[in-house]
T-cell receptor, first 111, second 113 residues
Framework: GDSVTQMEGPVTLSEEAFLTINCTYTATGYPSLFWYVQYPGEGLQLLLKATKADDKGSNKGFEATYRKETTSFHLEKGSVQVSDSAVYFCALSPGNTPLVFGKGTRLSVIA | DADVTQTPRNRITKTGKRIMLECSQTKGHDRMYWYRQDPGLGLRLIYYSFDVKDINKGEISDGYSVSRQAQAKFSLSLESAIPNQTALYFC????????????FGDGTRLSIL
């Protein structure tokens, strides 16, 4: 079945460091791909999305490119801030069934 | 006001009790979902509903039941709570278009003693 694999955390970075969180997927057909963020004590919020191969989603300095050839959707940010500390979830939408989520990666950014 | 509202936000109860978690939405979405979040396990789908007359089991439906009372309301019940159902529960909504992502409530933290 469809699945999402994320790098395990926690990831700890210093402020202004470069961030990469790896995400790979297995799916039939052509799913849409998403990154969600969960700040402490809150529900999930959509961070960015991509709906077809080679699309780049971007928001708040974060970017991810839909790579069909490597079945990947890695999240990147050039310079993280303390306020980026959160749990990040990669997810795919296989079509007319609910989103499939990865297990989440906790990011801690220290000043 | 929040688009997706969950009540209660926190609940502590005892083993064997019946518990209902409620979710209401003002987004006008057809689809509603209940997820459970456990540390290290991410989000797992319990039940989902694509419209008022549609109920589907998710990955971990055993021990849970749901009711879709109206387009805007979707409740989750634990008929006889057990300690391993202690978790953070999220309700979510989406519209029919697959590219549209789901919108989440702020969660209900449930502790079963």
């Amino acid at each position: 079945g469809d699945s999402v694999t994320q790098m395990e955390g926690p990831v700890t970075l210093s402020e202004e460091a470069f961030l990469t969180i790896n995400c790979t997927y297995t799916a039939t057909g052509y799913p849409s791909l998403f990154w969600y963020v969960q700040y402490p004590g809150e529900g999930l919020q959509l961070l960015l999305k991509a709906t077809k191969a080679d699309d780049k989603g971007s928001n708040k300095g974060f970017e991810a490119t839909y790579r069909k050839e490597t079945t990947s959707f890695h999240l990147e940010k050039g310079s993280v801030q303390v306020s980026d500390s959160a749990v990040y979830f990669c997810a795919l939408s296989p079509g007319n069934t609910p989103l499939v989520f990865g297990k989440g990666t906790r990011l801690s950014v220290i000043a | 006001d929040a688009d997706v509202t969950q009540t209660p936000r926190n609940r502590i109860t005892k083993t064997g009790k019946r518990i209902m978690l409620e979710c209401s939405q003002t987004k006008g979405h057809d689809r509603m979902y209940w997820y459970r979040q456990d540390p290290g396990l991410g989000l797992r789908l319990i039940y989902y509903s694509f419209d008022v007359k549609d109920i589907n089991k998710g990955e971990i439906s055993d021990g849970y039941s749901v009711s879709r009372q109206a387009q805007a309301k979707f409740s989750l019940s634990l008929e006889s709570a057990i300690p391993n159902q202690t978790a953070l529960y999220f309700c979510a909504t989406s519209d029919r278009t697959r590219e549209r992502p789901q919108h989440f409530g702020d969660g209900t933290r449930l502790s079963i003693l």
